[in-house]
């Protein structure tokens, strides 16, 4: 049983740019979140999916925005891209109380 | 969700009983305290969480106190695996899984 997968593992943008990461949940689990972490720091929530909707969002600008797709996969998406938008991002599936999170993206703005 | 305070750091020899604190003063009646590590490189894994009662799994042991403001989690024979980052959540039990709040939890480094 695959956990959750996330892609690309690495990712070098500059300022400005555009930014697609992708997320596969673990098999039967139907609600995903995205979560920002900067380094030497705790993850921090951005939003989370359910049923193909956006449920909650934590304190994060419009420039970050996701999609769910009916097969439970993930995107999120971030515009205009900034050099504090450097960080690892995780995505995370649940069913039920427990978080299952991928090996997230580390993503470099340059 | 309550806010939860954690030490920035702690060391443990191997073999023997890491004990990791965890303040949550503010916790409501409704909030479960939940535990997660993360190894180097590594998303967060889930290790285990509870109410009130002590519960214990196959990866470690949580200890809430009676007044529910703290809690221990004790892994009983720490190995060099075990050095991770050690987070301590607090939040509504089945619910809103997806939105948890993390600090910067604690650093445990066992040492040979």
């Known amino acids: 049983d695959a956990g959750v997968t996330q892609s690309p593992t690495h990712l070098i943008k500059t300022r400005g740019q555009q930014v697609t990461l992708r997320c596969s949940p673990k098999?039967?689990?139907?609600?995903v979140s995205w979560y920002q972490q900067a380094l030497g720091q705790g993850p921090q929530f951005i939003f989370q999916?359910?049923?193909?909707?956006?449920?909650q969002r934590g304190n994060f600008p419009d420039r970050f925005s996701g999609h769910q797709f009916p097969n439970y996969s993930s995107e999120l998406n971030v515009n205009a891209l900034l050099l504090g938008d450097s960080a690892l991002y995780l995505c995370?599936?649940?069913?039920?109380?427990?978080?299952?999170f991928g090996s997230g993206t580390q993503l470099s703005v340059l | 969700d309550a806010k939860t305070t954690q030490p920035p750091s702690m060391d443990c020899a191997e073999g023997r009983a890491a004990n990791l604190p965890c303040n949550h003063s503010?916790?409501?009646?409704?909030?479960?305290v939940y535990w997660y590590r993360q190894i180097h490189s590594q998303g967060p894994q889930y290790i285990i969480h509870?109410?009130?009662n002590n519960e214990t799994n196959e990866m470690a042991s949580l200890i809430i106190t009676e007044d529910r403001k703290s809690s221990t989690l004790i892994l009983p024979h720490a190995t060099l695996r075990d050095t991770a980052v050690y987070y301590c959540?607090?939040?509504?039990?089945?619910?809103?899984?997806?939105?948890?709040?993390f600090g910067d939890g604690t650093t445990l480094t066992v040492k040979p």
């Open positions: 995370a599936s649940s069913l039920n109380e427990k978080l299952f």
């Open positions: 098999s039967g689990h139907d609600t």
């Open positions: 999916y359910y049923e193909e909707e956006e449920r």
């Open positions: 503010t916790i409501s009646g409704n909030e479960y």
């Open positions: 509870g109410l009130k």
């Open positions: 959540i607090v939040r509504v039990g089945m619910a809103n899984a997806g939105k948890s709040t």
